[in-house]
């Protein structure tokens, strides 16, 4: 039997079969997996080969002979050189039945043997899916001799000078912008990328949707700077609802936006923000949902799966400025969380603080080494709710959850392929009662869930 020689440059026929992780349409070419950007579940292309490996390959569309009826114009004007949505070029509809897939398609690769007995349900999704982010980090760059801040094109080194950025809130918009022409007015150096011989390197901006305090982060090379306080003083008059303005020093040779010195230039050092009945004091660098009104929905489910009966000790682990113990804290006998970022702990206990939550603590630490702790003390939670960045719990965590056993597990995921590997081993004991995916957000390839997981009982 002749092989099917694959080399980057070569032209093939594809029918598009299913979405990857990424949003990326997959095909098959004499049985090889081929994934090509842009292309839709059900489309005929024409593509070409762009990398080649043993395992699969990549391609680019050269033609699209049938298009999918689920196929729109993007609204962005460089959505297809940004890469930081992926699907906008898909209906939204169709956008929320194509990530609830991607959730059954991680089940089938990871837990097979139990995929088929999983109760996934219908994505939450918007009502308008659109400038929704609270909060922007563009980068900071000098081209043509004018001030540019945005985001790198996809795989390049190239920035893209973005000043409506369609999912950002238009407020974080219109402030990056403002402080651009500042920066250039008053020719401040910009970070080239190399050296710290520039000074601006990032800008940030959060948006308080419910209260409209607006904090504005400048990450510069160093702390000092000329023309530092007519810089201070011009950013102040860009807004009268900018109540927090703060810098971040970050020296390193680093692709992480923040380093470890900040300082209050003007104002206050949080901003204040509201998820229904609760409000949020938030520092620079502290976590916070970057879509407030789908995370309303969000932790209603995970309220919803914890199902406490007011008996209940919660730990709430990964657990940032404290957002998901509050939500529950009504429900629970007691709340713990953990988590590394120093910050974030001082957030939380002012925000149960501030609640009145009083059978609420919290302490720096990984949650592993706190479980653990706590367990050996003779402290075992009844409810344990995590949310690990996309990477999923670490071993030693999962580990620890095999060991420690509580009741059961609420996991909040954002990423479904580590989900689904993380429960081919939490299975071992826990019974995986249902999947709930929520569109935190739209336009982009990312899928978040939540899933409820129960201890199983001797001899099931």
Same mark, same amino acid.
């Given at each position: 039997m ?6 980057v440059?070569?032209? =093939? ?5 299913k ?12 049985r ?10 059900? *489309? &005929?292309?024409?593509?070409e080969l ?11 569309? @050269? ?13 962005c ?6 890469g930081?949505?992926q ?13 609830r897939?991607?959730? $059954?398609?991680?089940? !089938? ?8 007995? =999983?109760?996934?349900?219908k994505m ?24 540019k ?7 390049s ?11 950002q ?8 912008? &403002? ?7 008053l ?19 959060? #948006? ?18 000329p !023309?530092? &306080?007519?810089?201070i ?21 680093t ?7 900040t ?5 206050? *050092? ?5 998820l ?5 004091d $938030?520092?620079?660098?502290a ?10 929905h969000?932790?209603?489910e ?5 199902a406490?009966?007011g008996?209940?000790?919660?730990v709430?682990?990964?657990c ?6 509050l939500w529950?804290a009504?429900?629970? !006998? ?9 910050e974030?702990?001082?957030d939380a206990q002012v925000?149960?603080?501030n ?9 720096v630490?990984?949650?592993e080494?706190?479980?653990?702790r ?34 059961r =597990? #609420? ?14 081993q939490?299975?071992?004991i826990?019974k995986?009662?249902? @999947?709930?995916?929520v569109?935190?957000?739209? !336009?982009?390839?990312q899928? &978040?869930?939540?899933?409820?997981l129960?201890l ?5």
């Amino acid at each position: 039997m002749q092989q099917t020689i694959m080399e980057v440059g070569k032209r =093939i026929p594809l029918n598009i079969k299913k979405l990857g992780i990424n949003g990326e349409g997959i095909g098959y070419y004499k049985r090889n997996i081929v994934f090509i950007p842009g292309a839709l579940v059900g *489309e &005929e292309i024409y593509a070409e080969l762009t990398k080649v490996s043993h395992n699969y390959s990549e391609a680019k569309i @050269i033609k699209i002979q049938k298009k999918s009826k689920n196929r729109v114009t993007p609204e962005c004007p460089v959505y297809d050189q940004c890469g930081g949505c992926q699907l906008q070029h898909m209906k939204y509809s169709s956008q929320l039945v194509a990530k609830r897939h991607v959730v $059954l398609q991680a089940l !089938q690769k990871y837990v097979p043997d139990l995929a088929n007995t =999983i109760d996934v349900k219908k994505m939450i999704g918007m009502e308008d899916p659109w400038n929704y982010r609270n909060k922007s980090q563009f980068q900071v760059r000098k081209q043509n001799f004018q001030v540019k801040a945005g985001l790198f094109a996809e795989n390049s080194h190239h920035l893209l000078d973005i000043n409506d950025c369609l999912v950002q809130d238009v407020r974080t918009n219109r402030v990056t912008n &403002e402080v651009k022409r500042i920066v250039e007015n008053l020719n401040i150096p910009v970070y080239d990328g190399s050296s710290t011989r520039g000074i601006i390197r990032t800008i940030v901006v959060r #948006v308080g949707l419910e209260t409209d305090e607006i904090q504005l982060v400048i990450v510069t090379t160093r702390k000092t700077f000329p !023309q530092q &306080e007519a810089f201070i003083e011009a950013l102040q008059d860009i807004d009268e609802n900018i109540v927090s303005i703060v810098q971040n020093v970050n020296s390193e040779d680093t692709s992480l936006i923040f380093g470890d010195y900040t300082k209050v230039w003007a104002g206050k *050092e949080t901003i204040h923000e509201k998820l229904g009945e609760f409000a949020f004091d $938030l520092s620079a660098r502290a976590f916070f949902q970057l879509n407030p009104s789908q995370t309303v929905h969000l932790y209603n489910e995970i309220k919803k799966a914890a199902a406490l009966t007011g008996e209940e000790a919660v730990v709430d682990a990964y657990c940032g400025v404290g957002t998901v113990g509050l939500w529950l804290a009504d429900g629970a !006998q007691e709340i713990r969380g953990m988590d590394t970022l120093p910050e974030s702990i001082a957030d939380a206990q002012v925000n149960a603080a501030n609640h009145e939550v009083k059978h609420a603590t919290y302490e720096v630490g990984t949650a592993e080494d706190c479980l653990n702790r706590w367990a050996e003390d003779g402290f075992v939670p009844d409810v344990l709710t995590v949310d690990p960045p996309r990477v999923g719990l670490a071993q030693s965590f999962i580990d620890t959850i095999l060991d420690v056993m509580p009741e059961r =597990i #609420v996991y909040t995921s954002c990423n479904p392929s580590t989900l689904a590997k993380d429960l081919a081993q939490l299975t071992q004991i826990y019974k995986i009662s249902y @999947i709930q995916p929520v569109d935190m957000f739209p !336009q982009t390839a990312q899928v &978040e869930s939540v899933t409820l997981l129960t201890l199983k009982k001797m001899g099931s």
